[in-house]
């Protein structure tokens, strides 16, 4: 089985400052990668590359291929790349203008649906996809400012699910969640990744070692050790690996 | 920025400084105790001009006010001679044109404070957010100069009659093209509003979470739909402030409104006719009120224009402060 998205010499920078220091490592489909690393080592400007959303910020930029399905996201149209490579962020950002119906709705709107039926049909499976529905029945209408901040990130889930994107990015899901519901997103991450490519960016170790079936170590922008995340956790090749994933230093 | 809404501003300030000054009670050494209590002092000051404004407005309108009431307000004959006094001519002209300079200054700022927040190169916006500063510094009286002899033989000669040929059917844009007007003072007012409105409004856009617009980027949204759909609705309650605001100043401009708009006290439903607006009556009439009852009119005016304006202003700050509130609630999500 060959990648669903291959790095090859990937550098990134923010104006002079180089974040990313030619990394190269391989995907694999139906498979949740965790990425680890120290705060700064640029795991987020990583993941941010896969789907072109690094290049937003003023002064940003890139070097190196990022190929899915074997061509160059590069080449390819930023917004075709960014429907097709979902992401999911810190922060669980919804709309606060938008009722719960209208976030899910929203990115298909965008794709040009139009046919409430449709729209309605889809919302729903989502919402029950992510275990939703039961908890917003009856309010989709209403804003989502009512919902505690594990649904709110669930809803974003969902937002991104109903357009039916290839891979799935996460950066830090859960850190903004207490232990129940991040358990419940990690759930939801092992049932995803049936259908789903799952890169997440974590800073909990133990998450990472439940959830994950392969490992990057990122310190300082390059790429220290990658494998199955069972040899990256219980024999760790690098010294450097070792000392982060046992705590003792960065 | 007017009187009211300085004071406004200074007040609403005065009361949250004042309100921590009170509650802070680490100072003990007595130095420490009388500069605070001083500090106190002055936010109450400016809190008490206010006040001492409105009342005085009410005590020099008594006359006018016990003798015609609320009947003034939609009373249209004004005549000093015969001392019969109703302000609506005045209170249309300014409303009308205020109207007209909110719907003409509103799309270009709204466009213009997009721009500047979401579209121009770092350094572009630093140029344009200073220039669209400057022009809010030029004084009323060089605008007014403009507008009567720059604007309005414009208005007159190509403008106005273009209009009446091809919108002419419209009430709005019949009668002879006079070129000082209630179109005139609209424009005018509107090229005055646009700066303030623009850079409120961009420092509303600006406060919008770069997370708001990353998720829908993330979706393979255009920039333009990342605006419309994330943008404009997060920041809706602080648009309508900054638009308040606008409304605030136009209704308090005074010289260069005086200077276009013709002042004659009809209520004619063509942006073409001259009109009169509340603020140019008191300036034209204020040194020639030899009668008391004339006089206390002209301030009754002046106190229903104080009213406005605050009301104006005060819903103005609330809609921005909502917001205020609104992002750092989201921000606890985070």
Known sequence: MTGKIVVDELFAWYDDREVLKGISLEIKANRVTAIIGPSGCGKSTFIRCLNRMHEIVPGAGTAGKVYLDGRDVYALNPIEVRRRVGMIFQTPNVFPAMSIFQNVAVGLALNGWRRRQELHSTVEKTLSQVGLLEEVAGRLDQPATGLSSGQLQRLCIARTLAVEPEVLLMDEPCSALDPIASFRIEELIRELKQKYTIVIVTHNMQQAARISDYTAFLAQGELIEYGSTPAVFINPKDRRTESYITGRSA | ?334
């Open chain 2, 1 to 334: 920025m007017d009187p009211c809404a300085c004071c406004l501003r200074a007040f609403i300030f005065g009361g949250v400084f004042g309100g921590i000054l009170i509650t802070t009670n680490r100072a003990t050494y007595p130095g420490d105790t009388f500069f605070r209590r001083l500090t106190i002092l002055f936010a109450l000051a400016l809190f008490l001009l206010v006040l001492v404004m409105a009342f005085q407005l009410y005590r020099e309108a008594q006359p006018s006010l016990q003798r015609f009431g609320w009947p003034f307000v939609w009373g249209r004959e004004w005549d000093p001679v015969h001392e019969k006094f109703g302000a609506l001519p005045y209170i249309y002209g300014t409303l009308v044109s205020t109207l007209l300079a909110l719907a003409l200054a509103g799309p270009i700022s709204l466009g213009a404070a997009v721009y500047l927040a979401e579209f121009a190169p770092r350094r572009l916006k630093a140029t344009l957010a200073f220039l669209v500063d400057l022009l809010a510094g030029i004084p009323g009286i060089v605008y007014g100069l403009w507008g009567s002899f720059v604007l309005a033989p414009f208005l007159r000669n190509c403008l106005e009659p273009w209009l009446g040929k091809y919108l002419g059917f419209l009430p709005l844009f019949q009668g002879p093209p006079f070129g000082i007007g209630l179109l005139a003072a609209g424009i005018i007012l509107a090229i005055m509003c646009i700066p303030v409105m623009t850079a409120v409004t961009r420092e509303v856009l600006e406060v919008v979470p770069a997370g708001q617009r990353e998720a829908l980027l993330a979706f393979g949204a255009t920039p333009w739909e990342v605006v419309r759909l994330a943008v404009l609705p997060y920041a809706r309650e602080g648009i309508i402030g900054a638009f308040f605001l606008g409304l605030g100043k136009a209704l308090g401009e005074t010289l260069a409104v005086t200077m276009v708009i013709g002042n004659r006290p009809e209520i004619s439903l063509s942006l073409f006719s001259p009109a009169h607006s509340m603020t140019s009556v008191i300036v034209n009439e204020f040194a020639q009120a030899v009668k008391a009852i004339h006089l206390a009119a002209l301030i009754h005016i002046g106190l229903l224009l104080f009213g406005i304006t605050l009301l104006v202003n005060i819903i103005a700050r609330l809609l921005i402060y909502r917001l205020g509130r609104k992002v750092s609630r989201w921000k606890q999500v985070e």
